[in-house]
Nanobody, 121 residues
Framework: QVQLVESGGGLVQPGGSLRLSCVAS????????MGWYRQAPGGQRELVAT???????NYADAVKGRFTVSRDNAKKTVYLQMNSLKPEDTAVYYC???????????????WGKGTLVTVSS
């Protein structure tokens, strides 16, 4: 069984920084793209940033220049460095990964349970 567990959320003042981490564990043969999504109160889940196994990263316009996504394949971990945080960044942040649990199975989407980021003075 595959699990994604996020950590690093919390309360931060506007202009501050936070670093989110997400570790994948369980029955994992290989991991393709990994990334972060967020859902603000009353809003829909939206893409924040994605990072493939190779190639360029992708960011939502709202976070370009402030957020950086990275990954450590050996640790099966994806990170989200968030700088210059704004109140509108307040949301539950979800980790997402395309994982092939076993060799003969296709890649499937997995989600973490989310970590709350609150930006407020």
């Amino acid at each position: 069984q595959v699990q994604l567990v996020e950590s690093g959320g919390g309360l931060v003042q506007p202009g501050g920084s936070l670093r989110l981490s997400c570790v994948a564990s369980g029955s994992i043969f290989s991991i393709n793209a990994m990334g972060w999504y967020r859902q603000a109160p009353g809003g829909q889940r939206e893409l924040v940033a994605t990072i493939p196994t190779g190639g360029s990263t992708n960011y939502a316009d709202a976070v370009k220049g402030r957020f950086t996504v990275s990954r450590d394949n050996a640790k099966k971990t994806v990170y989200l460095q968030m700088n210059s945080l704004k109140p509108e960044d307040t949301a539950v942040y979800y980790c997402n990964a395309e994982i092939r649990p076993r060799l003969l199975l296709p890649y499937m989407d997995y989600w973490g349970k989310g970590t709350l980021v609150t930006v407020s003075s």
